[in-house]
């Protein structure tokens, strides 16, 4: 879904790339917006990294249009990537250099020298946590620590557009939390940011807007918001159980138990939004005592799988 009125940060129109006979995204659509936290998400092999690429400026779209902060992508990419962070879902690391002396290289190729660099790889280490492993040679981080560095590389040219292929991969609950804050304060600063990960309950806290792919196709304002507005599947918490099991019984309504580590639960099948506020109020009605009353699975979990269900239909 494309917001706001400022023009888009990242645009691509009718998007097209083949791999010999095999193409593999279709005339995809997406934009991104200065601010705005957009989640590409799609299942293995769906075109995700090709068209992050492309993106980039790494790989040539065969027809379609792309536009960087501004930039056509592929006329001018060397303006375009002026423009933009990329952080690729595995680092390639130099192997004799630092933490500190990889940030100073990667200073170096966007011509920041001397002071600067030296300031500027400060502030990053701190941003991202690494001071403490700046003197440490980067093959030996790792797989989160690694992740830290991409994306301090990614930072160092402080791009207004940022492409983010699967950042949370590796990474422990800290720290994912402390790259969400990370990139929720680029995004408050104005940065376009546009993410992939297969952790959809991540995304769903950090993004707030999303692209749908799907064998190479980009799903549409309509399908997104269709998908997003039908959870069919709740979880339902009470104080006393047996009293929620009696009122479902009762409204012959029919439940899966469910064991969670906060306490046994029910999930309940239901066909769309108002179907579950009127089970809600019925239950209270009925004198049950709810904690609980969510998405059985995170919603754009819930929207992802019917989204794919429906183009499969
Ligand atoms: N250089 C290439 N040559 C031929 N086929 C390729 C090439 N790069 C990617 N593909 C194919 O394109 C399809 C999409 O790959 P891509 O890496 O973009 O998917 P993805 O959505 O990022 O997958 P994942 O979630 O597994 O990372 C796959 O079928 C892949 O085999």
Not at 33 to 59: D, E, R, W, Y
Not at 61 to 69: A, L
């Amino acid at each position: 879904m494309s917001t706001g009125a400022s023009s888009p940060s990242i645009l691509v129109s009718g998007v097209s790339r083949s791999f010999g006979s095999t193409t593999v995204v279709h005339e995809a659509n997406l934009s991104v917006h200065p601010g705005q936290i957009t989640a590409l998400v799609g299942p293995n092999g769906s075109g995700k990294t090709t068209l992050m690429l492309m993106l980039a400026t790494l790989l040539k779209p065969d027809s379609g249009e792309i536009r960087i902060g501004g930039h056509d992508a592929v006329q001018n990419p060397r303006a375009a990537r002026a423009t933009l962070g990329w952080m690729p879902d595995a680092l390639g690391v130099w192997d004799s250099l630092t933490v500190r002396e990889t940030l100073i290289a990667v200073c170096a190729m966007y011509g920041i020298s001397g002071l600067a660099a030296g300031e500027r790889v400060e502030a990053l280490l701190t941003e991202t946590a690494l001071t403490a492993l700046a003197g440490q040679r980067s093959h030996t981080l790792s797989r989160g620590q690694k992740q830290r560095l991409s994306l301090a590389r990614a930072l160092v040219h402080k791009p207004s557009v940022l492409l983010l292929d699967e950042p949370a991969s590796g990474l422990d609950p800290e720290a994912r939390l402390a790259q969400r804050q990370a990139l929720e304060k680029l995004s408050n600063e104005g940065t376009a940011i546009l993410i992939t990960s297969h952790v959809l309950d991540e995304l769903e806290q950090l993004a707030n807007d999303v692209v749908f792919l799907r064998e190479g196709h980009t799903s549409t304002d309509e399908t997104v918001a269709d998908a997003m507005r039908h959870n069919t599947r709740w979880r339902i918490r009470a104080i006393d159980i047996t009293t929620l099991d009696e009122a479902l019984a009762a409204l012959h309504t029919p439940v899966t138990p469910q064991a969670l580590l906060s306490g046994e639960s029910r999930v309940v099948e239901l066909t769309n939004n108002a179907e579950a506020a009127e089970l809600l109020r019925s239950l209270v009605t009925a004198g049950v005592q709810i904690i609980e009353f969510s998405p059985a699975t995170g919603s754009l979990e819930q929207a992802f799988l019917r989204f794919n269900q429906e183009a499969t239909q």
